[in-house]
Each structure stands twice: as C-alpha cells, then as structure tokens.
Nanobody, 125 residues
C-alpha cells in the first residue's frame, strides 16, 4: 500500500510560480513511476506530467511543456511539480499518482495504482 499526500497548492497571480510536493509513504517508492494529473471545474481529470522510477525520463502534456517541470527525490520519497508562468487555465485540483510499472511513462489515469487527495491551485488573471 502506498499513501500519497500533496501539498504546495494555493492562490497565485497569472505569470507566477508554485511548487507542488507529493510525499509518499510505504516502501519501494523508487520502483514506481509517478505522475501528476489535474481536474479543472466541470472537466475530466487530465494528464499533466510523469517521471520514471529513476527520474531519468519525463513526459509532459503539450499544454504545460516548457512551463512545468516534474522531478523526484527518491531518498525523500517525494515527487515535485514546479509550475512557472502560470495561467488562469491552469486552475485545477492537482493530484499525484503512483504507477507500479515504474519503467513506463503512461498518461492514462486508469493505469495508475495509487492516488493522493489533491491540492487546489488557483491562478487569478
């Protein structure tokens, strides 16, 4: 069993930055791929970014590429999402998720095994 707890959300003006963290409990964190997803009001949950178990490979949604950076610290069992140049359309609840297929970079939320409770990010114009 893996428990994930997100933090770092909040209210920020357009053009600003936030860094989200996702702390994982349980063993074998370094064997999981990790992903970030988000759900905006009235919309379905969508893929944001993911990172392989070692951190050597990453993948991003086109909408955030060049603005967001995913990283991980396996010693601290934490994954991060650095969000720069935020836009009002980035407003959403952000979730981190763990994928037991640690070598894969997958974008479908149904392929992830464990989820956090989410953290709200609000970007004002």
């Amino acid at each position: 069993q893996v428990q994930l707890v997100e933090s770092g959300g909040g209210l920020v003006q357009a053009g600003g930055s936030l860094r989200l963290s996702c702390a994982a409990s349980g063993r074998a964190f370094s064997s999981y791929a990790m992903g970030w997803f988000r759900r905006a009001p009235g919309k379905e949950r969508e893929f944001v970014a993911c990172i392989s178990q070692s951190g050597g490979r990453t993948s991003y949604a086109d909408s955030v590429k060049g603005r967001f950076t995913i990283s991980r610290d396996n010693a601290k069992t934490t994954v991060y999402l650095q969000m720069n140049s935020l836009k009002p359309e980035d407003t959403a609840v952000y979730y981190c998720a763990a994928d037991l297929m640690g070598w894969a970079l997958r974008r479908k939320d149904s392929e992830y095994n464990y989820w956090g409770q989410g953290t709200q990010v609000t970007v004002s114009s």
